[in-house]
């Protein structure tokens, strides 16, 4: 549920109908469920590996709470007032591209702003059913996101632009609000640490 507004899989359908837009239909179902499965392996990486990566990097949980919030609130900042999610450089080169399901849609897209999320999740866990349950999780973001792409098309075009626009800003306020208590826990955890309390 915590991943489900950050990946927004509806919100990235105008994008991947965009970029997908003189391919066939078998061609789009292909780069959607490649698009799937790519989402599921980059967060499934990091929600196995994320305590060794922060030790490698020398990064407490605290310190990604804050990095990751401060990542979340800005993806919901853009969502909640329509910018654009990839520039316009990223657009013209991903139009070009023949293969578009994990870079641009994938990485960064998509899965960017649940990697913190994933991350600082990993951290709390003290059991293995805690990662098969977050497992089952990511694998439910990644089928949602297929139907999403493959149903997509009829979607845009009852909602329109308006609609579409509409949906978005409703998930960037909620998407915005779970930033903002990343950075309110990261930020109280870091002051305690730094100044506790005797």
Same mark, same amino acid.
């Given at each position: 549920?915590?991943?489900?507004?950050?990946?927004?899989?509806?919100?990235?359908?105008?994008?991947?109908?965009?970029?997908?837009?003189?391919?066939?239909?078998?061609?789009?179902?292909?780069?959607?469920?490649?698009?799937?499965?790519?989402?599921?392996?980059?967060?499934?990486?990091?929600?196995?590996?994320?305590?060794?990566?922060?030790?490698?990097?020398?990064?407490?949980?605290?310190?990604?709470?804050?990095?990751?919030?401060?990542?979340?609130?800005?993806?919901?900042?853009?969502?909640?007032?329509?910018?654009?999610?990839?520039?316009?450089?990223?657009?013209?080169?991903?139009?070009?591209?023949?293969?578009?399901?994990?870079?641009?849609?994938? !990485?960064p897209l998509i899965?960017?702003? &649940? =990697? @913190? +999320?994933?991350?600082?999740?990993?951290? %709390?866990f003290n059991h293995?059913? #805690?990662?098969?349950?977050?497992?089952?999780?990511?694998?439910?973001?990644?089928?949602?996101?297929?139907?999403?792409?493959?149903?997509?098309?009829?979607?845009?075009?009852?909602?329109?632009?308006?609609?579409?626009?509409?949906?978005?800003? !409703?998930?960037?306020?909620?998407?915005? &609000? =779970? @930033? +903002?208590?990343?950075?309110?826990?990261? %930020?109280?955890?870091?002051?305690? #640490?730094?100044?506790?309390?005797?």
């Amino acid at each position: 549920m915590a991943l489900f507004p950050i990946a927004n899989p509806i919100g990235a359908v105008p994008v991947f109908y965009t970029l997908t837009a003189t391919e066939t239909s078998s061609q789009r179902h292909q780069q959607a469920l490649q698009t799937a499965i790519n989402v599921v392996l980059v967060l499934a990486v990091f929600l196995v590996a994320g305590r060794w990566i922060l030790e490698f990097f020398g990064i407490s949980l605290n310190v990604l709470r804050l990095a990751g919030g401060l990542l979340v609130a800005h993806t919901a900042w853009e969502m909640v007032t329509v910018c654009q999610r990839l520039t316009p450089s990223e657009k013209d080169e991903a139009m070009e591209k023949e293969d578009i399901s994990f870079t641009p849609m994938a !990485v960064p897209l998509i899965s960017g702003p &649940a =990697i @913190g +999320v994933v991350t600082s999740l990993s951290i %709390s866990f003290n059991h293995w059913v #805690e990662y098969l349950e977050s497992l089952v999780g990511i694998v439910l973001i990644g089928i949602s996101l297929y139907l999403c792409f493959v149903l997509g098309e009829p979607l845009i075009k009852s909602l329109g632009r308006n609609g579409v626009g509409a949906l978005n800003r !409703v998930f960037g306020f909620f998407i915005l &609000a =779970i @930033g +903002v208590r990343f950075i309110a826990d990261g %930020s109280i955890s870091l002051l305690k #640490e730094a100044f506790p309390i005797k």
